[in-house]
């Protein structure tokens, strides 16, 4: 696997066409103007904010109620524009559940040791949707794009591991490692469509000593509304296939297009991050996160992480 990755180079290059919409984005967050952005979408969010027990008592209840009422955002009264944008735009104050909330899901995100029967191993990140039911990226798991093995090759040698992260005290967590279950329940889309893998993990850890059920899931959802252009995103993560990650800052979304499957959002991601859940500002999954925009140098170089030139000599990983 020593090139770059279709996946990262379709990815970048889409990317790269987003300047305008990211320039765009960022503009209405000085102004406080985000609402604007995609009015019929803000519109969708406000109404399912309103009806939030978490959320809604950030707002008063007249504003509530033309929230609900009125479908138009450019219609609403200054006094809605404000609410929203403060709920919507503003991250300074959150309400301590934010960080229960988010403490209770981080269990449910793993790193997946993608391995092949020929021994090559390589790191991604992947979350439970359902009981024992885990999701990632199918070039996580999938390495055929590339000239490398298939999906079937690698779910029976692939672990994901649970745990992997270090304390407050420097020390680290007992880590907790399953297999992966195809034969129970696999379902995918390549790369270059919707690029994910569904798997059941097997019941109990390698060791025996624990239960997938006991790690909860992420309840995913078809409703509408769950995040607007300009709104915060949170990703949790194994970048580099390092320890858990949590990325709170600096962060939003930048596009969302309802002709495609693609969100475009800002946020510090890395190699191993691919399969990671994208969050809301209520712990709500908007997106499975695919991959990143492509460092490049004045001259079109691709650049690896340490800012030299990237040569197939670093590897796709």
């Not at 809605?80 to 559940?97: G, I, K, S, Y």
């Not at 297009?257 to 712990?283: C, F, H, I, K, M």
Request: overall charge negative; proline content about 5%; aromatic content about 6%.
């Amino acid at each position: 696997m020593q090139k770059l990755r279709p996946v990262y180079a379709q990815a970048s290059r889409r990317l790269d066409q987003k300047a305008g919409t990211h320039a765009q984005t960022h503009d209405h967050i000085a102004r406080r103007t985000v609402r604007l952005l995609d009015p019929v979408v803000t519109a969708m969010r406000a109404r399912r904010l309103v009806q939030s027990p978490l959320v809604a008592t950030a707002f008063d209840n007249d504003v509530a109620q033309e929230l609900r009422q009125q479908p138009d955002a450019c219609q609403w009264s200054k006094k809605a524009q404000t609410q929203l944008e403060r709920v919507v735009n503003d991250a300074d104050f959150l309400p301590v559940w934010f960080l229960q909330r988010g403490a209770d899901l981080r269990r449910t995100v793993a790193q997946v040791q993608a391995r092949s029967p020929s021994g090559v191993q390589m790191h991604g990140t992947g979350f439970l949707v359902g009981p024992g039911l885990l999701l990632t990226n199918a070039h996580v798991l999938d390495w055929s794009d590339n000239g490398g093995e298939s999906l079937n090759d690698l779910v029976r040698e692939s672990t994901v591991v649970f745990d992997f992260e270090q304390r407050f005290d420097g020390s680290y967590a007992p880590m907790v490692t399953f297999r992966l279950d195809p034969d129970t329940l696999l379902l995918s889309s390549p790369w270059n469509e919707l690029d994910f893998v569904l798997v059941a993990l097997q019941p109990h850890s390698v060791d025996r000593q624990a239960a997938i059920a006991d790690y909860g899931f992420n309840r995913l959802t078809a409703e509408l509304g769950k995040v607007a252009r300009g709104e915060p995103i949170f990703i949790i993560q194994h970048p580099l296939g390092k320890e858990k990650q949590v990325v709170l800052h600096g962060n939003r979304l930048i596009e969302r297009d309802e002709a495609t499957t693609v969100l475009v959002y800002e946020a510090d991601t890395n190699s191993g991050s691919s399969g990671a859940p994208v969050y809301n500002r209520q712990w709500e999954v908007v997106a499975l996160h695919h991959a990143p925009q492509i460092g490049r140098n004045p001259n079109g170089d691709v650049l690896a992480i340490d800012g030299s030139v990237w040569t197939e000599a670093h590897g796709a990983s």
